[in-house]
């Protein structure tokens, strides 16, 4: 495994992180849950990345995950980089969702409650919410931090005028913003516009999520919409619409530059997200161990020429998911 330091910090990432949003919760098998954290621990993937919703039910993926870690990981607690977050609906009533810091605090002694976990390692305010003042909101991270809750905090999908006052706010109190989390692969490029800029202002890493949009930057939607696949589970959050023709052909002859890189679309599809230098890490989700194997042997080759990226751009013609 390779391991980049997160912005100006001295934790250092797994170029490849793994996501337990789908395929961790009550809902999906246990032992193939396990199988993949095991795995993933085993090839050096010391960070794993949770929300207080993921499941389903929500909540069920830290539950499993601290199932996991107590049984079988305890001793190398110290080894791993464990993230949880807040921001969504988790449940009902003013206080299960958005960003004030009665959520915030109730939802993170929820979430080491369900990990067993005395503390996480990042904790983030899961996204913007307009109809609180963010300084509620980055108070409440820092006071978790102070509070020995988490040793460092994030924040994710911010946009990029409410990210910079969020990381201001937290720097002037020494807790620097360790890390952003946002969308990022060849089907949307939104945060080449300005949030990686952003982070590199502020000295915070940056880090992937669904960098392979869900599957569809893989060749399993090549032939139609197969039965054990996101598009087809009701639960899934890609839908069937999203499969869309214009964006499968483009994978198509996508997978074919891959197959003369040697390698498979998912390989290149993560290989190409962690070319900028800005990105720290990406988290992948992975529905058993194959897909997990393949997945890590997008390290075996990162570099791309100026004619591989020329073609991609050229292929890709700014499509978005
Ligand atoms: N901050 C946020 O708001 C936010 C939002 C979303 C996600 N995240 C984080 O990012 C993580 C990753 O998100 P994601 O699951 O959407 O990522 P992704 O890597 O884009 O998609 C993962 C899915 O792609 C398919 N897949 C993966 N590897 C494959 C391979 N080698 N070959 C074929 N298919 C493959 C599997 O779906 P099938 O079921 O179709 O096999 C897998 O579940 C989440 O777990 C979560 O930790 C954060």
């Given at each position: 495994?390779e391991?980049?330091?997160?912005?100006?910090?001295?934790?250092?990432?797994?170029?490849?992180?793994?996501?337990?949003?789908h395929?961790?919760?009550?809902?999906?098998?246990?032992?193939?849950?396990?199988?993949m954290?095991l795995?993933?621990?085993?090839?050096?993937?010391t960070?794993?990345?949770?929300?207080?919703?993921?499941?389903?039910?929500?909540?069920?993926?830290?539950?499993?995950?601290?199932?996991?870690?107590?049984?079988?990981?305890?001793?190398?607690?110290?080894?791993?980089?464990?993230?949880?977050?807040?921001?969504?609906?988790?449940?009902?009533?003013?206080?299960?969702?958005?960003?004030?810091?009665?959520?915030?605090?109730?939802?993170?002694?929820?979430?080491?409650?369900?990990?067993?976990?005395?503390?996480f390692d990042?904790?983030?305010s899961?996204?913007?919410?307009?109809?609180?003042?963010?300084?509620?909101t980055?108070?409440?991270?820092?006071?978790?931090?102070?509070?020995?809750?988490?040793?460092?905090?994030?924040?994710?999908?911010?946009?990029?005028?409410?990210?910079?006052?969020?990381?201001?706010?937290?720097?002037?109190?020494?807790?620097?913003?360790?890390?952003?989390?946002?969308k990022?692969?060849?089907?949307?490029?939104?945060?080449?516009?300005?949030?990686?800029?952003?982070?590199?202002?502020?000295?915070?890493g940056?880090?992937?999520?669904?960098?392979?949009?869900?599957?569809?930057?893989?060749?399993?939607?090549?032939?139609?919409?197969?039965?054990?696949?996101?598009?087809?589970?009701?639960?899934?959050?890609?839908?069937?619409?999203?499969?869309?023709?214009?964006?499968?052909?483009?994978?198509?002859?996508?997978?074919?530059?891959?197959?003369?890189?040697?390698?498979?679309m998912?390989e290149?599809?993560?290989?190409?997200?962690?070319?900028?230098?800005?990105?720290?890490?990406?988290?992948v989700?992975?529905?058993?161990?194959?897909?997990?194997?393949?997945?890590?042997?997008?390290?075996?080759?990162?570099?791309?020429?100026?004619?591989?990226?020329?073609?991609?751009?050229?292929?890709?013609?700014?499509?978005?998911?």
């Open positions: 495994m391991y980049a330091y997160c912005g100006n910090s001295g934790l250092q990432l797994p170029r490849i992180s793994l996501g337990l949003w395929n961790f919760g009550f809902a999906d098998d246990y032992d193939t849950a396990r199988e954290i795995y993933a621990f085993e090839q050096g993937v960070h794993f990345d949770l929300a207080n919703n993921y499941g389903p039910p929500p909540g069920s993926a830290e539950s499993n995950f601290g199932m996991i870690l107590k049984d079988h990981l305890s001793s190398h607690r110290d080894e791993m980089i464990i993230s949880s977050k807040a921001g969504h609906l988790m449940w009902e009533g003013p206080y299960g969702d958005g960003s004030s810091r009665k959520y915030l605090m109730a939802s993170i002694n929820q979430s080491l409650k369900r990990t067993g976990l005395d503390y990042i904790f983030y899961h996204r913007f919410d307009p109809l609180t003042p963010i300084e509620e980055m108070q409440a991270l820092v006071d978790i931090v102070r509070a020995g809750k988490a040793l460092y905090v994030g924040i994710s999908k911010y946009p990029p005028v409410e990210a910079r006052r969020a990381m201001r706010y937290l720097a002037e109190r020494d807790v620097p913003c360790l890390i952003f989390q946002d990022y692969s060849m089907f949307n490029r939104m945060p080449e516009q300005e949030i990686l800029g952003v982070t590199s202002e502020f000295g915070s940056f880090i992937a999520f669904s960098p392979l949009a869900q599957g569809l930057l893989t060749d399993k939607y090549l032939h139609g919409i197969p039965e054990y696949s996101r598009a087809a589970d009701p639960a899934g959050f890609l839908k069937k619409e999203q499969v869309s023709q214009s964006l499968v052909e483009k994978v198509s002859r996508l997978n074919a530059l891959a197959g003369e890189r040697g390698e498979t998912a290149m599809a993560l290989a190409w997200v962690l070319r900028d230098e800005r990105v720290t890490s990406l988290i989700g992975s529905r058993n161990v194959a897909q997990l194997k393949d997945n890590l042997k997008a390290l075996d080759n990162l570099s791309f020429t100026q004619e591989e990226l020329s073609l991609i751009d050229q292929i890709l013609d700014g499509a978005t998911l």
